[in-house]
């Protein structure tokens, strides 16, 4: 059995949607301990931009308060975000900070892990048969 290793990361791509007042927009990922997520946000005003667990998410998509793991107001990221561990995240903009329908486009994308920066020491994983 052979395991293949994609080097192109997976993306979640929105396009651009416009949004109304106090709708949000969100993309789900899954990232493994190692994994960053880039994300890449414009927007026609400034709106609420989230990362969020499970448990944050389900408690604001019911409309409660709800903390998030990262969150500021702007109108433009193009960063690398580490999560605390591997599992299921959610990545939010919440147009709250303006009245009007505001355009928004958000591409998240999961970068993948590189073995040799985790794996510094020999036994370091060299090719495919250490991942079979």
């Known amino acids: 059995m052979f395991l293949i290793l994609s080097l192109v990361p997976l993306a979640h791509d929105t396009g651009i949607t416009s949004l109304d007042h106090d709708y949000y927009l969100y993309c789900n990922v899954t990232v493994y301990d190692g994994q960053f997520i880039h994300v890449k946000l414009s927007s026609t005003a400034p709106v609420t931009f989230m990362i969020m667990n499970q448990k944050q998410f389900n408690a604001f998509s019911h409309g409660k308060k709800a903390s998030s793991l ?37 591409r998240v994308s999961v970068l993948p892990i590189i073995p040799l920066v985790y794996h510094s020491s020999l036994p370091a994983p060299i090719g495919l048969g250490f991942y079979g």
């Not at 990221?77 to 329908?101: H, Q």
Request: proline share 3%; aromatic share 16%.
């Open 70 to 106: 990262y969150m500021t107001v702007t109108q433009s990221i193009n960063e690398d975000f580490k999560l605390p561990s591997g599992g299921e995240y959610f990545v939010v903009v919440f147009n709250n900070v303006t009245t009007g329908a505001v355009n928004v486009y958000l």
